[in-house]
């Protein structure tokens, strides 16, 4: 039996995560949970799941929270703030931490986990694109194992021997990243002047929560993914190329120097990948349907419209900057993407706020999680200086 941490799970990827733990009860027990805000919903979860540990990170709510669960029966332990998320990922009531927590805030648990040596399933890839290098380092110095979450990098985990080899010996020669091109593909950058929130969150294969849906709208998503790639791989940017695939079938593939290319297939929907990740190297049974390419219909492949989605582009721009560039551009985002979602700022601005911001503070090397958390917030207040332009 193994206990898993579902940390955000009130989530699009906490939900798909606890319907195929809740398919395995002999397998595996949601031991720790966590919310944002959402007390009601976090206690309804526990209600179902009964874990030792649930987490509200917003400490105000910590009272609410135990009331609920104490008129509701439920006798589990209570924790609230970002410490008390750490301390959930590295302590001794899981085993697995599925890092399901959105944006910049999963970082400190997500590092927590590595530090312990948790099995880690990464979602999370803001904290993979804000901290590559000390992620990894703590995955070495713990001794744990991380295997990804993220569609395309679990596809690719698949489709290379040993999942994660040095890639130059195995004969690697290219990673390439499957995109679904979001809602806004074949648009013309005039076309997407006036386009809301709700068309840019309505994505055409994939239920995902406001953020990322954002990030595939702008096909910054596939650019914070190039990142995680880089980092989960130690492939270099020019190793790494993005392939828009609107049917979302095919979702990613891996290049080999005698001309072989492998790509892991399946339907769009999440509950494959994390499955893998939980039972990895066996296979348990998803709740997916089998996938029948013989009524799938044609599948398309086309080269990303660079110019229309810039964000794109920026990212290569930070991952070959290097140092921090990639958690300068991570932060810019978040906080681009927040104001577009609060309808402060338009959709073709985003890019435009991430490209200042990037522009106004040059790449430093990567130190340590205090200088890093420092410029991730130098970042932000740069962003927001933009806003207050833009806006
Ligand atoms: P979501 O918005 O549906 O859920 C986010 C979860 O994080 C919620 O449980 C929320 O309570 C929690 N959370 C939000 N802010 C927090 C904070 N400051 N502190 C603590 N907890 C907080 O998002 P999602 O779609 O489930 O995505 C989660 C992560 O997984 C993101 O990094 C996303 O990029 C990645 N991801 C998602 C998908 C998908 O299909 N949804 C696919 C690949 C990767
Ligand atoms: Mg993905």
Redo the contacts with the bound molecule.
């Keep these: 039996m193994k206990n898993v941490a579902v940390l ?7 939900a798909s995560t606890l319907d195929v733990i809740a398919r395995h009860p002999d397998r595996f027990r949601a031991s720790v949970l ?3 805000r ?1 007390v009601a919903a976090l206690a309804a979860l526990c209600e179902r799941f009964r874990p030792a540990l649930a987490v509200i ?1 917003d400490p105000a709510l910590e009272g609410e929270l135990a009331r609920r669960l104490a008129a509701a029966g439920v006798h589990c332990e209570v924790a609230s703030g970002q410490p008390a ?1 750490a301390a959930a990922a590295s302590g001794a009531s899981c085993d697995i931490v599925v890092a ?4 910049a ?2 970082l400190d648990s997500t590092l927590a986990a590595a530090h312990a040596g948790k099995r880690l399933l990464l ?4 904290s993979i694109v804000l901290g590559g290098p000390l992620l990894l380092e703590a995955l070495r110095t713990g001794g744990g194992e991380l295997i990804p ?3 395309e990098h679990n596809a690719i985990f698949q489709c290379l021997p040993g999942g994660r080899p040095d890639l130059a010996r195995s004969g690697v020669r290219r990673l390439v990243l499957t995109a679904s091109g979001g809602p806004f593909r074949g648009r013309s950058r005039a076309d997407l002047a006036a386009v809301t929130p709700e068309q840019a969150c309505k994505h055409p294969k ?1 239920s ?5 849906s954002v990030d595939s709208a702008t096909l910054m998503n596939k650019g914070l993914e190039v990142i995680e790639a880089h980092h989960l791989f130690g492939a270099p940017a020019a190793a790494i190329d993005v392939l828009v695939h609107p049917q979302s079938l095919v979702h990613s593939l891996v290049e080999y120097v005698d001309g072989s290319v492998l790509a892991q297939l399946g339907n769009p929907d ?1 509950r494959t990948a994390i499955a893998h990740a939980l039972a990895w190297p066996e296979r348990v049974e998803a709740g997916v349907p089998a996938l029948d390419l013989a009524t799938a219909g044609a599948l398309q492949f086309e080269a990303p419209d660079l110019d229309t989605f810039r964000c794109l582009a920026l990212a290569f721009q930070a991952l070959r900057a290097g140092g921090d560039a990639p958690a300068i551009l991570n932060a810019a985002n978040e906080v681009a993407v927040e104001a577009f979602l609060a309808g402060t700022l338009p959709f073709l601005a985003i890019a435009e706020v991430v490209e200042a911001v990037l522009a106004e503070l040059p790449a430093q090397a990567v130190v340590d999680v205090e200088s890093l958390v420092a410029r991730d917030g130098e970042a932000r207040a740069a962003a927001w200086r933009q806003l207050r332009r833009a806006c």
Excluded at 123 to 126: L, S, T, V, Y
């Design positions: 955000g799970a009130t989530g699009s990827i906490g966590s919310a944002h959402n990170a998320l399901a927590i959105v944006g805030a999963g979602a999370n890839k803001e979450v993220d569609s994939w995902m929560g406001r953020k990322i999440m």
